[in-house]
């Protein structure tokens, strides 16, 4: 059967492909792949995006002012010299720069996530009613 001539097995090694393989392959990836065949993405010029957030990578990556969180210690032990963006579309197009690579405690990371989330679900009238508040209603630093 024909092939796609494609990076297989060892590096530096071409091997064809087969059509049964390359279904096997992609059988987790039929939604973005679809997506891209039919210039159906979230983000249409995804290169572009790409290359805007490299150049605020490299706007960024020289700013060296403040300092770590050391309230929390998982925060004042990271290298604060680490940087990097990553970023992943709801429909699974990825970017990554910098140092992506390193596991990193997200703490107040979370709370943009948990409040975007919340939003999105209850509205943001509702949830500024608690924002700022323990569940208990008295302030996070309060307890």
Same mark, same amino acid.
């Given at each position: 059967?024909?092939?796609? %001539?494609?990076?297989? #097995?060892?590096?530096? @090694?071409?091997?064809? @492909?087969?059509?049964?393989? =390359?279904?096997? /392959?992609?059988?987790d990836c039929t939604f973005?792949?679809?997506?891209?065949?039919? +210039? %159906?993405?979230?983000?249409?010029?995804?290169? /572009?995006?790409?290359?805007?957030?490299?150049?605020?990578? $490299?706007?960024?990556?020289?700013?060296?002012?403040?300092?770590?969180?050391? &309230?929390?210690?998982?925060?004042?032990?990271?290298?604060?010299? *680490?940087?990097?963006?990553?970023?992943?579309?709801?429909? #699974?197009?990825? =970017?990554?720069?910098? $140092?992506? $690579?390193?596991? =990193?405690?997200?703490?107040?990371? +979370?709370?943009? !996530? %948990? &409040?975007?989330?919340?939003?999105?679900?209850?509205?943001?009238?509702?949830?500024?009613? *608690? !924002?700022?508040?323990?569940?208990?209603? @008295? #302030?996070?630093?309060?307890?």
């Amino acid at each position: 059967s024909s092939g796609i %001539n494609a990076e297989y #097995g060892e590096i530096g @090694v071409k091997k064809v @492909v087969t059509l049964d393989e =390359f279904k096997i /392959a992609t059988k987790d990836c039929t939604f973005i792949l679809n997506q891209a065949l039919s +210039s %159906n993405l979230i983000i249409p010029d995804f290169a /572009a995006f790409s290359k805007e957030i490299k150049d605020i990578y $490299d706007t960024l990556k020289v700013v060296k002012g403040g300092k770590n969180a050391d &309230y929390i210690p998982q925060l004042a032990r990271i290298n604060p010299n *680490y940087w990097g963006i990553s970023i992943c579309t709801v429909d #699974g197009q990825r =970017f990554s720069i910098g $140092d992506c $690579d390193i596991p =990193f405690c997200i703490q107040s990371c +979370s709370k943009a !996530l %948990n &409040y975007a989330i919340n939003v999105a679900e209850h509205g943001q009238a509702f949830v500024h009613n *608690y !924002l700022g508040k323990e569940p208990s209603g @008295v #302030g996070f630093n309060q307890i």
